[in-house]
């Protein structure tokens, strides 16, 4: 463990932690690092990471960019591999899964949103948001009600039909968020949601994350932007690669503690 991020005292322990812990961690890393190489010179985008992440919480990880957030992300959500290090999920260490166990991981455990959106250009709306139910073993009339569900709740009834070059951005990310959440993950990834979108659409987006939130949805959040990242109830600063700060925020942002009320006064 280094001693810049010292291990949060729940879950922080060996694999389950102490007090709290006959439930594992969502997240659970020690040590992680990653390089890239450019120019043929090794870069660490991660140097060593240690990190605990609870049911229920909502982490940002924020700092400038090239700091490795985006890196850790990946990390997390198996879509790349750690020069070193280990990883749980919930409890199993998934350090060495093949390609095809962390697929079938992030389809049924882990929901990713990214900043671009990622959805299928020639698929219609409801199509993009029932494929993964779908493949995740859903039989097509279930498919088709999570669908149907989730997009009332996201506001995007009367777009199924449309395809997401159709919608503005703020739609096209909650479709993605629709996504994401279609086979109620474990543990929701989010790589800077809002980083191309409006003031309006941020909004939006971080009003339903704080929704999700509030029922229960882990959230770790990536985000440049500080304001984003006080929506979450517990701030990661990284910086250089590492974990420089890890802080708790105050009661009022806590979960059921109205998250939304505060970005409304955000205004
Ligand atoms: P952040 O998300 O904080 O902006 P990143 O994780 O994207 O930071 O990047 C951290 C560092 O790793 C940067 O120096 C970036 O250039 C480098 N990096 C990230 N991904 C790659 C990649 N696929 N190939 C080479 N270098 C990369």
Redesign the pocket.
């Known amino acids: 463990m280094s001693r810049d991020n010292p291990p949060r005292a729940a879950g922080g322990g060996k694999t389950g932690g102490s007090s709290a812990a006959e439930v594992p961690p969502i997240v659970k890393a020690e040590g992680l690092v990653k390089s890239?190489?450019?120019d043929g010179v090794p870069?660490e985008?991660?140097r060593g990471v240690d990190l605990c992440v609870e049911r229920g919480e909502f982490v940002a990880v924020t700092?400038?960019?090239?700091?490795?957030?985006?890196?850790?992300l990946?990390l997390l959500g198996g879509l790349d591999k750690p020069d070193s290090g280990k990883l749980w999920l919930g409890g199993r260490e998934v350090g060495g899964y093949s390609e095809a166990r962390w697929a079938v991981l992030r389809r049924r455990s882990i929901g990713i949103v990214f900043q671009f959106f990622n959805l299928v250009s020639n698929l219609t709306v409801a199509d993009n948001v029932e494929l993964p139910a779908l493949l995740a073993g859903s039989t097509p009339r279930q498919a088709r009600e999570s669908r149907a569900e989730l997009l009332a709740e996201l506001g995007l009834e009367g777009k199924e039909m449309s395809t997401p070059g159709e919608l503005s951005g703020g739609e096209q990310q909650r479709v993605a968020l629709a996504r994401a959440l279609v086979n109620h993950p474990s543990l929701l990834l989010a790589d800077?949601p809002t980083g191309s979108l409006d003031s309006k659409g941020t909004k939006e987006v971080m009003r339903l994350l704080s929704r999700y939130h509030q029922r229960g949805q882990t959230i770790l959040l990536?985000t440049?932007d500080a304001r984003v990242a006080s929506s979450a109830d517990r701030v990661l600063s990284?910086f250089d690669?590492r974990i420089v700060d890890d802080a708790t925020l105050g009661a009022g942002t806590r979960r059921g503690g109205g998250v939304a009320d505060v970005l409304e006064l955000k205004g």
């Open positions: 890239y190489r450019s870069a985008a991660v700092g400038p960019s090239g700091a490795g957030k985006s890196t850790l990946h800077e990536v440049h990284f690669g």
